[in-house]
């Protein structure tokens, strides 16, 4: 079964109407997860990456197309995935331990046993002696572990993650894409991770789809066969190199 696609888009096209406007922003887009696969969605700013996340979590329904995701035709329907949205906010009255508590409470967990997978995951996210803080009380990087501490909470093994490091300063980021991917590597989840940063698909990825510009439609497919576990020498090499230059050609249209 390990074959299997935890997610399917599957020929998606999409349409935005305000009053008389008609925005056509997908076009005949398909792409896949795998099982315990780390795929990113590269594409210009409005080539509407978010826009296929929130189709792919059925809170948008396609004007064509499917969203299969475990077999399972789901088109439009809203279900359980671990998706963080671009503006991931924490509400800011709560607790950090408040605020990761809420998919599991949201799914009516018993509150006790919620607040100890919260206690439970506190360390593994680099959070524990914070569970009290209010969001304001943290750094950048912090209420981002945080964001996604609580994604990662919701009991899918599939997530949608929607250029979660794209307001972090870079250092930041840098270190946020290295604990991303430990994570990754632990708890083996599928992921779908959406990104402008050409570096950042290529560093985190087994495959990425570049999206073309509006309209989005499927641009190129690009496999990255780097080993991992991955460090930040591998920016450097050669492979590396080579990656980048079929994607900013993709990008730019060649
Ligand atoms: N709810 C909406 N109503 C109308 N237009 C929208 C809406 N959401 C996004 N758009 C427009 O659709 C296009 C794609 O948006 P989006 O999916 O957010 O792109 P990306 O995430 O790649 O920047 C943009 O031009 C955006 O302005
Ligand atoms: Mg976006």
Known sequence: MSSINKLLIDKVS???????????????????????????V????????????KIAAG????????????????TGQPHLVGYMPQQDLLFPWKTLRQNAALPLLAAKSDKKEAYAR??????????????????HQLSGGMRQRAALMRTMLIESNLMLLDEPFAALDALTRES?????????????????FVTHSIDEAIYLSDRIYVISE??????LEQLIALPRPRAKAILASREFTLYKQILINALAGN
């Open 14 to 40: 999409a349409t935005y109407y305000s009053g008389e406007q008609r925005l056509a922003v997908l076009d005949n887009i398909s792409l896949h997860v795998k099982k315990g696969e780390f795929v990113a």
């Open 118 to 135: 919260v206690d439970e995951m506190l360390p593994v996210f680099g959070l524990q002696g914070f569970a009290n803080y209010y969001p």
């Open 42 to 53: 590269l594409g210009p700013s409005g080539s509407g990456k978010s826009t296929i996340l």
């Open 214 to 219: 509006q309209p989005g439609r499927n641009a």
């Open 59 to 74: 809170l948008l329904k396609p004007d064509q197309g499917q969203v299969i995701i475990n077999g399972l035709d789901i």
């Open 176 to 192: 946020m894409q290295d604990w991303l991917l430990k994570i990754w590597e632990r708890f083996k989840r599928s992921v779908l």
